[in-house]
């Protein structure tokens, strides 16, 4: 049973900052790429970031320069360093595991439960 289990949402300030962790069963995370995913409000769901097994990143360019996509492989753990957050980054954001290829991400079926992230004063 594949299980990803976000956590550390919540709602800050214009500016502020969050860290988001997944917790992933080990089966998956340690084969895999791993991506966060966000989706807002009548908006699709878009790629934010995404990590290889080895560590290679990319990032969609709105968030460029302000996230930070890392992993614990020891904790079988994907993280997201959130930075000078603004309003709207406010989406629910999804752990999602996937595999690389070509230099994109491309993900498999398997989604954390969401973790809500709210930036307002």
């Known amino acids: 049973q594949v299980q990803l289990v976000e956590s550390g949402g919540g709602l800050v300030q214009p500016g502020g900052s969050l860290r988001l962790s997944c917790a992933a069963s080990?089966?998956?995370?340690?084969?895999?790429?791993m991506g966060w995913y966000r989706q807002a409000p009548g908006k699709q769901r878009e790629l934010v970031a995404a990590i290889t097994s080895g560590g290679s990143t990319n990032y969609a360019d709105s968030v460029k320069g302000r996230f930070t996509i890392s992993r614990d492989n020891a904790k079988n753990t994907v993280y997201l360093q959130m930075n000078s957050l603004k309003p709207e980054d406010t989406a629910v954001y999804y752990c999602?595991?996937?595999?690389?290829?070509?230099?994109?991400?491309?993900?498999?079926?398997?989604w954390g439960q969401g973790t809500q992230v709210t930036v307002s004063s």
């Open positions: 999602n595991a996937g595999f690389w290829y070509s230099g994109s991400y491309y993900p498999y079926d398997y």
């Open positions: 080990g089966s998956i995370f340690s084969m895999n790429a």
